[in-house]
Nanobody, 121 residues
Framework: VQLQASGGGLVQPGGSLRLSCAASGRTFSTYVMGWFRQAPGKEREFVAAISWSDNRTHYGDSVKGRFTISRDNAKNTVYLQMNSLKYEDTAVYYC???????????????WGQGTLVTVSS
């Protein structure tokens, strides 16, 4: 499984950014795709997840109402639309994948490289 994240950059507070995660190496119909982030000096934080089979989504409390996760089956790509960005959203964002039937919903087996999002004026 290969996951390629992209789309990070510098954005002003209140701005928007869209991250992409291109997945390859297998069929993902029984998988859940997720986004995590890690800010300097902080632990990794769950951001959002989407089920490839039924499109169900789940969000971390800090991003609810501002971020939207979606997928494009034809492109095997998952997106994270980030709106109303805040300084505290600055972090390296990682996409990840796990089987839908794992016991721990935060136990992701596959990780992409990170993409840096910097929110600054």
């Amino acid at each position: 499984v290969q996951l390629q994240a992209s789309g990070g950059g510098l954005v002003q507070p209140g701005g928007s950014l869209r991250l992409s995660c291109a997945a390859s190496g297998r069929t993902f119909s029984t998988y859940v795709m997720g986004w995590f982030r890690q800010a300097p000096g902080k632990e990794r934080e769950f951001v959002a997840a989407i089920s490839w089979s039924d499109n169900r989504t789940h969000y971390g409390d800090s991003v609810k109402g501002r971020f939207t996760i979606s997928r494009d089956n034809a492109k095997n790509t998952v997106y994270l639309q980030m709106n109303s960005l805040k300084y505290e959203d600055t972090a390296v964002y990682y996409c990840a994948a796990r089987r839908a039937d794992v016991v721990n919903p935060y136990d992701y087996a596959y990780w992409g490289q990170g993409t840096l999002v910097t929110v600054s004026s």
